[in-house]
């Protein structure tokens, strides 16, 4: 078994070690849910001071044109897309990844008159399903019928279990039956090489591994073979074909700017910046080569002491692991109490996510031996542990 | 006519003068561009350096719930409430006017099965009429008949005339007729006493007259006689009965939180709050009284060297003042150069917004004088100012 100096040497060779030292993390905890959200990197406060300070207290409304806000959702989207495998032109950013479903299924709905069934997988984070709930007659992807399907929208890692899916296969099954493809890779964008450029349409966040700050723009990428058909049902006026001429009517864009809707949050979109400066020098090889190492060797060190709920096949799945317990929510609870930081999903899954910008292996040892003695002391019986937080 | 030194005894005179101090504006410029992005409150850069190093770079994911960010599109909502004549639980801020115009209209629609048409201005602010086609027949308020009306959407101020709708009157005749009534107060939330108490939906944006930012969340108010039966389209996870219970299907939240979608944008909202802190210590009668003098004086400084495309009456217009001109972008562009900042709308509209916080008496009469000299010299007719730029 690797024991805590290999863990050591490791980190000494880790080729994206340096990374690590670009964010403000705090001392002596194990943040293990940079896949919920993403730690800061650390020229994020200065960026967003910037945007504050230099563009809107200096050019105030100029900062449209003078510092490039108007055209954010499209720089900014172009700056995203090679994290997933897109070209320049294909991703507008903004928005919410749940308001990007909603657009994505919505066209893909219009692109296939007469069909009325959108496949989901029953295990996608839920406001996927919740938001297209009445476009369209959901079925469960486990029933692995797509003749009659307009669209099949799954999560490219699951979020519970970080099971991850097969893109090229499952996209090129749901394409021969005749359905749109809508990859959600909120779970996947900078843990892995994600590459969706085979799918009709892709969904993402980037606060997770991607560092882009609490509620951080989402994007959407359409396949540039569907730019010239596919409707935005959001026609705001920044799809307009010429939003500043004030038509009476709606007429849409060419091109990616079709699907953006209306002013982006700017002061969100400065700190995602930040984070994009950081991902352009990254290698994504090295991420999921790393990423698979971290994932391997927490399931090795925590052994059979949980019950592992994530594929044991590293290519099989994101950047987290998951293990069931039954009482999850104490167990959890206990290990963020001695510094080791994940979370719990209802009902009995225990996360754990790690990022590889900024874990170490010494971090995945330490957590490691932390869960060791935790359940070993059985110290998430205690009564303080069992208080439920409102929000978890 | 009233002089310079008059300006200059009115501003010491001014109730709300104390403001001006806690804006960050560029010295010798005239900002007269309120109504399209508010300036920086100078609290603004410090609550937003908190939000990503105090908040982000402390709690981490823990700002969820330690931070409020989770809570915040309705502890922000209820801080938005009074100044739109609402209570608290009535109002949710996040996303969009655009996509809060959706939301409200679709929820609306559903509300009067078998009516099929939506009233608008075609003088509403483009965007509000662009989102909601295809969602029923478009018809000008022009035509004045509502009884086969699902809901009539208007903006309480012109963004281009700045003319007002008398609320109250329109209001109640709409809902004499059956209809709902939707206003949008982007144009005059924060330059006058807005009360929309009585009308079923509210919108509006957060970055002009309060000063949020740009791109600063947006607003959606649902009276409460339609809590309990309006739907929202957009049924995200934050609108779910038990967002973190990952249920398979949606269950509607009761109350206001139904009409929320998904994840804030959290720096951008950190910015708003800055700007509220400054609200709950702001008058709206002192700022209504004080945005009608400025405009009446601006209107009668200008006098007839400009055709007012404002209403003349005070009572009847927001906190701008339009005129028109054949070639208004080379004049606006000669203002601007000359140091006072207004914009221009096509095909022929110059605008000046008021905002009663930090604009002076003494800031519209030089304003008024750099229009009578610009004009009179003719210099917006210099080659330099023709050049169209990409966004005005």
Not at 39 to 58: F, L, N
Not at 131 to 160: H, K, P, T
Request: glycine share 8%; net charge negative.
């Amino acid at each position: 078994m690797v024991d805590r100096l290999a863990c050591l040497a490791m980190d000494q060779e880790d080729p994206l070690r340096a990374f690590r030292e670009e964010f403000a993390l705090p001392e002596d905890e194990i943040y293990l849910v940079g896949n919920s959200l993403g730690a800061p990197p650390r020229t994020a406060a200065e960026r967003v001071r910037q945007a504050v300070e230099d563009e809107w207290g200096r050019h105030l409304v100029g900062g449209w044109n003078e510092a490039g806000w108007y055209a954010q959702p499209l720089t900014t989207g172009d700056r995203l897309a090679p994290l997933i495998g897109a070209g320049p032109g294909e991703v507008v950013a903004g928005n919410t990844t749940s308001i990007a479903v909603y657009q994505a299924v919505n066209a893909a709905m219009r692109l296939r008159p007469g069909r009325d069934v959108i496949v989901v997988d029953r295990g996608n984070f839920p406001t996927d399903n919740y938001m297209i709930e009445g476009l369209g007659e959901l079925r469960d992807i486990g029933e692995g019928r797509f003749d009659d399907a307009a669209c099949v929208l799954l999560s490219e890692v699951d979020y519970r279990t970080g099971a991850r899916y097969d893109v090229p296969e499952v996209t090129a099954r749901v394409q021969e039956a005749g359905a749109l493809m809508i990859w959600d890779v909120c779970h996947s964008v900078g843990a892995l090489r994600v590459d969706v450029s085979a799918a009709d349409f892709a969904v993402g966040c980037t606060y997770k591994y991607l560092n882009g700050g609490p509620g951080a723009p989402a994007f959407l990428r359409v396949h540039p073979r569907h730019q010239a058909t596919a409707e935005n049902v959001l026609s705001g006026w920044y799809g307009h074909a010429e939003p500043f001429a004030f038509e009476p009517g709606f007429r849409r864009a060419d091109g990616i700017r079709r699907f953006t809707v209306s002013t982006p949050h700017v002061l969100s979109f400065a700190a995602l910046e930040a984070a994009l400066d950081m991902w352009e020098r990254v290698d994504l090889d090295q991420v999921r080569a790393k990423s698979m190492a971290l994932t391997s060797l927490f399931i090795d060190l925590v052994g059979d002491r949980l019950e592992l709920a994530s594929p044991r096949d590293p290519e099989r799945r994101g950047s987290q692991v998951s293990f069931y317990h039954h009482d999850g929510y104490p167990v959890m609870r206990a290990l963020i109490d001695h510094g080791v930081h994940g979370d719990f999903r209802a009902p009995d899954i225990l996360r754990f996510g790690f990022a590889p910008l900024y874990t170490r292996y010494v971090d995945v040892w330490n957590a490691a031996q932390t869960v060791a003695e935790v359940l070993e002391k059985e110290l998430w019986r205690e009564d303080r542990y069992a208080v439920r937080l409102a929000v978890t």
